[in-house]
């Protein structure tokens, strides 16, 4: 992979420290030769952030938040300044309250929390695509990462599921707005990893051992893996893909029963799982 990106300059919007997959990815981009510009939000995620810019030497590093557009401005006039044109956004933002993600979704969703995760998980990916698409050369590529819960029910998603499923139609809109200036548009679902986000959801754990004995593989995706799809959707090697939703989750998307190599394991976690709920209950 060594020099694929050898030349290309583009954007990380969305690492959160050493464990986000948005830096799993700017790292693999980096060692195949690209530049990369990195946003953060605040002076706490400038701690975890500014250190990781600097060991890839990323040229920019500076506050952006994307409910707030004079940042952006800022952000994007400062990438621009310091590289011209560029070839790639990965866009890896996502929010809601972490109270309205367990629960009924039909009792549990406020207008307030509804209209905030829209905004952050969502608009914003919209957001940074007309922005970058300004600057982007022809056979650019903008990515953003989703998850299954936006084409089917996961526990525990709730609002977040249905902001999944609009990002996932704003990557098809997106696709044929931008196709015209030969930038593509598309999503990697990556299967359930240990990241900042994830903590926020309820019985994270127990989701990973489900999606490790339930897919095709037998495992749950790792770092590497994303890394390496997030390589080849932001390069030259997709250069025919667009509009896609690319499952990175060892099969786990197409698997239609409890996979039969694993029938014990899987009863005994779903006995775990509902124990919990009565306890729950109670």
Not at 190 to 202: E, H, N, R, V, Y
Request: hydrophobic share 40%.
């Amino acid at each position: 992979m060594a020099g694929i990106m050898e030349g290309k300059k583009g954007i990380i919007f969305g690492v959160a420290n050493e464990k986000s997959m948005a830096w799993g990815i700017a790292q693999a981009v980096h060692e195949a030769g690209a530049e990369v510009a990195l946003n953060y939000m605040g002076d706490i995620m400038e701690k975890r952030v500014r250190p990781l810019g600097e060991s890839i030497n990323a040229p920019v590093i500076m506050p952006a938040n994307v409910q707030d557009d004079a940042s952006l401005d800022a952000f994007f006039a400062e990438v621009e300044k310091k590289f011209g044109k560029i070839d790639f956004l990965l866009h890896a933002v996502a929010f809601s309250s972490k109270e309205e993600l367990s629960g009924l979704y039909v009792e549990k969703t406020t207008r307030e929390n509804f209209k905030n995760t829209m905004d952050i998980s969502v608009y914003s990916f919209t957001d940074l695509c007309r922005r970058a698409s300004k600057i982007m050369n022809e056979g650019g590529s903008c990515v953003t990462l989703t998850y299954l819960g936006g084409e089917t029910y996961i526990p525990n998603y709730n609002v977040m599921g249905v902001a999944k499923s609009a990002l996932d139609a704003s990557v098809r809109y997106l696709a044929s707005d931008l196709g015209h200036k030969g930038i593509r548009v598309n999503a990697i679902s990556a299967g359930p990893i240990k990241t900042l986000a994830a903590s926020g959801i309820d019985d994270f754990k127990l989701m990973m051992k489900w999606n490790e004995y339930n897919s095709f593989l037998g495992r749950n995706m790792t770092m590497e893996d994303v890394s390496k799809t997030g390589l080849y959707l932001l390069s030259n090697m997709s250069s025919g893909v667009t509009g896609e939703i690319h499952h990175v989750d060892c099969g786990y998307h197409a698997q239609g029963m409890v996979n039969l190599n694993h029938v014990k394991e899987s009863g005994d976690l779903l006995i775990e799982y509902a124990g919990r709920l009565e306890r729950k209950d109670d």
